[in-house]
């Protein structure tokens, strides 16, 4: 069900009110969810980002929908949007250049910088209750407690893309394409290859279990526990059945099983075994994960919406029609190699003859290169991309054909 909303522009704060009138109508289907949160009453809020047209928040639990979409609120252009939901149990959103706080009533905006592009910005809240905002490209890192903006972006010690940030304790863990960093509350640290054993400083999530066990989800290396400043163990596709070494998300359950999101589906580890899920996501990128009270594992995927996962059954969240259902047939398998110098192979499915459109594009949106633009016949396909003359980077790989639309996630290492 879908929330209608009014906006209302005040100086820098902008103040939206959401009002109790619904209609049945909010389609995850193809759109890209780059965040997952489960609020105290156990619904789902989440991020959705419709294919570079519009973004949300939406909240959902026992089949009703409410959405806030941003972009027509504020009439705006098209910015990409994360979620958090802070200690209050109010909602925060990420989205262009500011932080919105929802209350339960209404949005609240705080301006944290003039301009800028944001994608694959995290939200987190340390145990002193600051939240912290961070932006992947280019990096920027801000701190807010109630109204005031402390910008550290200068302070944070890498030039690289940011990932994901996880708190615990006094400690601020930020992950980097340089390393990983460690912010005690006075300075900043960072962990790479020059002053540590660890075994890559690509680095895009962080996790400690209940145990206390690091894990570091790296973005060429798989899924690697932190055992102790010499001790690294990895879980990748070189020795489990992993697909993909990229690790965009992780969590654990209430019986302490690891589960973590990859860029060609999602796992579990349980006694030092890793299982790949269910092979109807083997070859997509999962950039959320969440496992709620009832340990029921919730996915957000790169263009397919979302979907969660009770152990019995795999359920698409969405408000599928009849024309929908034909996507199943369509595929965009994970590039491999991944990460890839210079060149790696892309396979594609289409149930019937249709006119193809694969194409490349960097973490701005624009147009690195069109692989196919023709007619193709039913079947498996495939295609080599080489990048030879692009810089090291994540670049999109989208596949258009009919009414299918999808992309994944390639990472560039030179």
């Not at 903006?149 to 940011?162: C, H, K, L, R, W």
Request: glycine share 6%.
């Amino acid at each position: 069900m879908k929330a209608k909303i009014i906006a209302v522009l005040v100086f820098f704060s902008v103040i939206i009110y959401a009002q109790n009138a619904y209609n049945d109508s909010v389609n995850v289907t193809d759109g890209i969810v780059q965040s997952i949160n489960i609020d105290k009453d156990g619904a789902v809020v989440f991020s959705l980002i419709r294919n570079y047209f519009s973004s949300s928040v939406v909240k959902y639990k026992d089949n009703e929908w409410t959405e806030w979409n941003f972009t027509e609120m504020l009439n705006s252009d098209f910015f990409w949007i994360s979620t958090f939901i802070d200690h209050n149990n109010n909602y925060l959103a990420f989205h262009n250049n500011s932080l919105f706080k929802y209350d339960g009533s209404q949005w609240n905006a705080i301006k944290l910088f003039s301009a800028g592009f944001v994608k694959y910005s995290n939200i987190i809240e340390d145990n002193r209750n600051n939240i912290w905002v961070s932006n992947y490209y280019p990096s920027q890192l801000f701190s807010i407690i109630d109204t005031n903006v402390t910008d550290y972006t200068s302070q944070i010690p890498f030039n690289g893309e940011a990932g994901r940030m996880f708190a615990h304790g006094d400690s601020l863990w930020i992950c980097s394409s340089e390393g990983l960093v460690l912010y005690d509350g006075n300075q900043f640290f960072i962990f790479d290859l020059s002053n540590s054993n660890l075994p890559t400083q690509n680095i895009y999530s962080f996790f400690i279990d209940s145990q206390k066990r690091k894990w570091i989800g790296s973005m060429n290396k798989g899924l690697i526990q932190w055992v102790d400043d010499s001790t690294f163990i990895e879980y990748s596709a070189s020795n489990t059945d992993l697909k993909s070494n990229f690790i965009n998300d992780i969590d654990e359950d209430s019986k302490g099983t690891l589960w973590f999101a990859t860029d060609s589906g999602f796992a579990k580890l349980e006694n030092g075994i890793v299982t790949r899920q269910p092979a109807i996501l083997e070859n997509n990128s999962i950039v959320a994960l969440k496992v709620d009270e009832s340990d029921n594992i919730w996915l957000g995927t790169y263009g397919r919406g979302l979907y969660y996962f009770d152990h019995n059954a795999f359920n698409r969240i969405t408000d599928l029609n009849e024309s929908d259902k034909v996507e199943l047939n369509y595929s965009l398998s994970q590039n491999y190699p991944n990460p890839f110098n210079p060149n790696t192979i892309i396979k594609f499915q289409v149930p019937s003859s249709k006119f193809v459109k694969l194409q490349i594009h960097d973490l701005l949106g624009r147009e690195v290169q069109t692989l196919v633009n023709a007619p193709m016949s039913a079947g498996e396909h495939e295609v080599t991309f080489n990048g030879s003359n692009l810089p090291s980077g994540v670049y999109i790989i989208t596949m258009e054909a009919g009414n299918y639309r999808h992309s994944i996630k390639s990472l560039l290492l030179k």
